[in-house]
């Protein structure tokens, strides 16, 4: 495929925005769409996408389109894609599928059908659990065949073998990160930070390393993969001279042995401090003003609410007493939570799915 094609990020719905926006600063001629993000491409695009993108959930390549009113005819011009181009005969692939609002209504005969077809015309064997998906959309009759080219979804760097209670995914941590303004040039503190995804995604904005860096991808299986290229377009840059340190703190001890061991692993080690303390004591690091960013319990999950009021009240009253000057993202489902801290903060819309619960993020 030599000329360009649409290249889909897939990203957590409700931060399709923030999302389209770290696209366009990445060069890409990006915009949203339904359930996500699109932009025309090729394929070291489809690289770097994977590689750079900090809240993309996965990287679709949508290569093939036409309408089918019944398998029969999904069949015959399933058979009519270039798979040769797209597939290597020696590499297993998996068929997934899709059916809304068409005539064609049994997703599992459609992948079926697809599946069929490309073991057929390409010899390549077809298994569950292969490297390469191949993903069939039928809406309204429309057949739109894309290639998942991530794998293993983006928000697995690599790097955190240590998870907290509900912890909050790097691509979704990232992209609030984005919606407080966070640039990498200040500091950020996280008094509440499990296993240190805030810290570390700040760190790591800050010093320019890529989040995609040490882990495979789907699209080193596929035929037009050029090693050399890839090796070169993932080739380490120096790190960022920052200047600033990074800081998290956490009341539980399991927490804060995780968060270290997650940094070094991600190798910001060297700007990030994580100490065991609570909200009450938590005091102000040395330099200029910078962003608080929290991920504190939910009342949904609890029950009782009381106490979680006392805790946003003391989080509220230790910030306006030591943090003056300094930017505050809140993650919370529950609006009364929020003004139990008193800081005025505002919900950045729309809220987002977290842990089976929706939460937003509220910033000052």
Known sequence: MDTPFEIYLVGTPGLETPLCDEARAA?????????????????????????????????????????????????KRARKVEWASLLRPDVPVTVEASCKRSRIYHAGAASQRVATAIAETLGAPIAEDAAVRVMVRIEDDLVTISL???????HKRGFKAGVAKAPMRETMAAMFLRQCGYDGSQTVLDP??????????????????????????AFEHLPGFDRAAWDVLRAPAPLRDTGL??????RDPGAVRMARENAERSGVSAVVQFEQQSVETLSRPDGPPGLIIINPPYGTRIGNKAPLLGLYRTMGNVIRAK???????????????IRATG??????EPTVLHGGLRVGLWCA
Request: aromatic fraction near 10%.
């Open 148 to 154: 998942d080219t991530t794998g293993e979804s983006l």
């Open 245 to 250: 340190r990074f800081h998290g703190s956490d």
């Open 323 to 337: 943090f003056a000057g300094w930017r505050v993202g809140i993650v919370t489902t529950d609006k009364e939570l």
């Open 27 to 75: 060069g890409f001629d990006a915009s949203v769409t339904e359930g996500g993000v699109a932009f025309m491409g090729s394929w070291p695009d489809v690289w770097r996408a994977n590689l750079t993108l900090r809240g993309a959930t996965r990287v679709l390549a949508r290569v093939a389109s036409f309408r089918a009113m019944h398998l029969a005819q999904l069949d």
């Open 343 to 348: 800081l005025g903060l505002e919900l950045v």
């Open 192 to 217: 509440m930070c499990g296993s240190g995804t805030f810290v570390i995604e700040a760190a790591e904005i800050a010093l320019g390393l890529m989040p995609g860096r040490s882990r495979s991808f």
